[in-house]
């Protein structure tokens, strides 16, 4: 691979490509793991975890099969077998939020009240088992108050105050290591487990993510920037993993 210096990477690099680097970065120092990644840039963020410092991460075809990097089969993966790592927490889902609120309760479900809902979206589908059973990130293209609100309209992924509510049974293995928008990467690394704003992609300043966001976030006095890609990286995604430039079509610079 070529090297590119930091002074060109950092003039160089795409928002687009940032998220991809902070998607990825989700899984980092999780083993041997099915990454679950909904999207085109968390999927190009977890191949790309795999092909540099998460060898172990095992991904799949959505089907029936693990796959590498490239799509090349590697084992067999039954519906019954992805069920059992599913309930073991041996998963890391990266999924979508039509809403999420300061406590990480997600949203795919309905717009308004839910017996007469102003818009019908997904469906709760599997929300509830993956955050009760396995690491659940989450992925927002589009930063905006319309998503990041006070209180969703009806809860599908369990929030940390949702599952702290339910008991032990619920809180033991709940957890949402981060959330990535394409202009920050957030966490809940506070004492009530609410949302903190604990990067910013180069080029957003705290204001404007403040004025993006429906409900106060904690921010700390210094917030760092979203690490960028190295050179291997960046040829990776640019060359290897996308070619086709799909993570530009879901976020634009």
Partial sequence: MSEVRSSEVLSDVTRAEYCVIACAEAWRDNGEVLASPMG????????????????DLLLTDGEAMLVGPDGTVEGWLPYRQHLAMVTGGR?????????????GNQN???IGD?????????????????????PVSYWVPRH?????????DMICGVGYDSAAAAGPTVSRYHS??????????????TP???????????????EEVREATGFELTVPEEVPYTRGPTGEELELIR???????????????
């Fill in 40 to 55: 085109a840039v968390p999927s190009v963020g977890a191949r790309l975890a795999r092909l540099t410092f998460a060898p």
């Fill in 91 to 103: 998963r890391h889902v990266m999924m979508g939020a039509s809403q999420i609120d300061r406590f």
């Fill in 108 to 110: 795919i479900s309905c």
């Fill in 114 to 134: 839910w017996e007469r809902p102003a818009r019908q979206l997904l469906g709760v589908r599997g929300a509830p088992v993956n955050t009760l059973n396995n």
């Fill in 144 to 152: 905006s108050t319309r998503v990041f609100v006070e209180k969703v």
């Fill in 176 to 189: 949402i290591p981060r959330v990535v928008s394409n202009i920050g990467v957030f966490d809940f690394a």
């Fill in 192 to 206: 009530d487990r609410s949302m903190r704003l604990a990067s910013l992609h180069p080029g957003v300043t705290v």
């Fill in 239 to 253: 060359e290897v993993l996308d070619p086709q430039g799909l993570r530009n079509r879901e976020v634009r610079s």
